[in-house]
């Protein structure tokens, strides 16, 4: 049987009678009957046969059939965006009365859904530390409908024990365990496999690769699946046919961009934890790390990803993003490019300055997404930016 790489690259709509060697462009809102007995089979669900590109289109069919052969799932949706899909996999399953676990260190957006409009639908959640096994099963409630969380966490980096948390979910099967896999990416971690319902991920950051496209996909287990496919088809998070073209091409080398990413991480890893400038560095396949030997058990190396912390503060921080001279400076991350990025004054700025120490977010704390470049002059930038912010 064909590995993963090999199958995902094989993975294609029909052809054509054109015999297109590449999978065209399907921009079309509609897909037209052959007859009106065919159109009623087709809503009666009695015959297979796409309908609108708000629910199916052969652009979005083989990219989401391309993650889930990553995954090893049954099946999956794709979005129009990340925080489409992780309020999806939330919104289509809950009803008042409600309530979600969920690890305390997630995406700030993610954190509003929680505490901003879940309440308006009389949802509750209640928070736990990734890192403590035991909090996870005192924090179940008998209404307690899906287990959420971010392993690794944005952007603290901490990670959650898959293996603990799928004998949980065989203890409580009528709960869905979702998970947030976008830091990991399936090439590096495959939380299906320990037996989650629901991998998510924002299509936006490491599957595209290039900060082009907006997107986001679940996938997971078929009955889930087709509870979601009801939610989507009369609500509309649809990801466009365009942007699921482009994803479906780059997800072609995720693996071998992922292979750059975590080798050139690791190296500035390496380097910034000797570094006197920094008082932390954060990376799971750094041995300093409280977690690198669960991170080695479970993933395959240690994502692009790394969370350091320089001295000085807000200020210090603010001095040396200002002085990178190649590093970027965006709210992105997950491109072939490398970002730099101030947690506490953007993606997490609407946390309180408490919940956002309880994520490891200190004023001085910077996230940056190693990309693809030459390593020795990724950790070069850096270096001279901390020398000039002295």
């Known amino acids: 049987m064909e590995k993963d790489q090999s199958r995902i690259i094989r993975e294609q709509v029909p052809r054509s009678a054109t015999r297109e060697h590449s999978a065209p462009l399907y921009l079309t809102s509609s897909f037209i009957f052959d007859s009106a007995e065919q159109g009623r089979a087709i809503f009666a669900e009695e015959e297979e046969g796409m309908v609108y590109s708000r629910y199916a289109n052969p652009n979005t069919t083989e990219f989401i059939n391309k993650v ?97 948390l799928g004998q949980l979910k065989a203890k409580y099967p009528h709960i869905i365990f979702a998970i947030d896999n976008c830091f990991a990416t399936p090439y590096l971690q495959k939380p299906l496999d320990y037996g989650f319902d629901l991998s998510i991920h924002s299509a936006t950051k490491y599957m595209d690769g290039q900060g082009r496209v907006l997107g986001g996909v679940i996938v997971g287990k078929q009955d889930l699946i087709d509870k979601l496919m009801f939610f989507i088809r009369h609500t509309g998070p649809a990801m466009s046919p365009f942007n699921a073209w482009v994803l479906s091409k780059s997800i072609d080398t995720l693996g071998l961009r992922m292979d750059r990413h975590c080798s050139n991480a690791l190296a500035l890893a390496e380097t910034l934890a000797e570094h006197p400038e920094i008082d932390d560095v954060k990376y799971p396949f750094l041995p300093s790390h409280p977690q690198y030997q669960l991170a080695t058990r479970q993933m395959k190396a240690g994502g692009g990803i790394v969370t350091f912390e320089v001295r000085g503060g807000k200020e210090r921080a603010y001095t040396f993003l200002d002085a990178l001279k190649m590093i970027l400076y965006t709210s992105n991350l997950g491109d072939a490019r490398s970002i730099a990025t101030h947690p506490g004054s953007t993606t997490h700025s609407k946390l309180s300055e408490e919940e956002r120490l309880n994520l490891g977010i200190r004023p001085g704390s910077i996230r940056l997404s190693v990309g693809i470049e030459d390593k020795e002059d990724i950790i070069g930038d850096i270096l001279q930016a901390l020398d000039a912010s002295k």
């Open 68 to 164: 889930c052969i990553l995954e090893g799932a049954e099946a999956g949706l794709a979005f129009a965006s990340g925080m489409a899909a992780v309020f999806a996999s939330f919104a289509g399953f809950i009803q008042n009365g409600d309530h979600i676990v969920s690890s305390r260190a997630i995406f700030g957006s993610t954190h509003q859904l929680f505490t901003q409009l879940f309440p308006r639908w009389g949802v509750t959640h209640t928070y736990v530390d990734a890192v403590d096994n035991e909090a996870w099963e005192k924090a179940i409630q008998p209404n307690t409908k899906i287990v959420f969380l971010e392993s690794p966490s944005n952007p603290g980096l901490e990670l959650a024990d898959l293996a603990f």
